[in-house]
């Protein structure tokens, strides 16, 4: 029997968004296992996968399998000397965040200004954006020797939001 249920675009991004950590953390473990060497993953999600949000179903499940995979691959890898964390940032101002303030402006009829600080960074104690300098220096310190206990775990860098 046919029926109209439509397929969410939600469910592609889903798709990806795990899929593609889950074949990429295998490929690199291989080779990590190969060169006898041990190594490092630094996974990103989101703190929608430890926080959840309204209408962002699709997105906070990947995010969480995100951090299921990476808590489940530094058990399976430690004994080959392989770390595995992930990162968890709040709201980073991207291009593409940057292209959903005036969409979200225009959708809520509010002002630019309001959907920063009324909407994407409601919930941030700082009230203000995650720098991208601030995520890549955590992935740096993630891999390096300084970090060589830390595994199976996330770091929120959201300011202050998942501490609520």
Not at 32 to 49: D, R, W
Not at 52 to 81: C, F, N, P
Request: charged share 15%.
């Amino acid at each position: 029997q046919q029926t109209n249920v439509a397929i969410q675009p939600g469910i592609f991004a889903f798709a990806i968004n795990t899929t593609a950590m889950l074949v990429t953390t295998q490929v690199a473990a291989r080779s990590m296992i190969a060169a006898g060497t041990g190594g490092k993953i630094v996974n990103l999600a989101s703190m929608a996968g430890k926080t959840g949000g309204a209408g962002q179903a699709h997105y906070a499940a990947s995010k969480a399998a995100v951090i299921a995979l990476t808590r489940v691959t530094a058990l399976e890898l430690g004994a080959s000397g392989i770390t595995a964390n992930c990162i968890c940032p709040g709201y980073v101002l991207t291009p593409l965040v940057e292209k959903q303030i005036p969409d979200t402006a225009r959708a809520r009829g509010i002002s630019e200004a309001q959907v920063k600080s009324d909407v994407m960074l409601k919930f941030q104690p700082t009230k203000e954006f995650v720098a991208v300098e601030d995520v890549a220096s955590t992935a740096f310190f993630l891999a390096s020797d300084a970090a060589k206990q830390i595994t199976g775990t996330h770091i929120s860098i959201d300011g202050g939001w998942t501490a609520q």
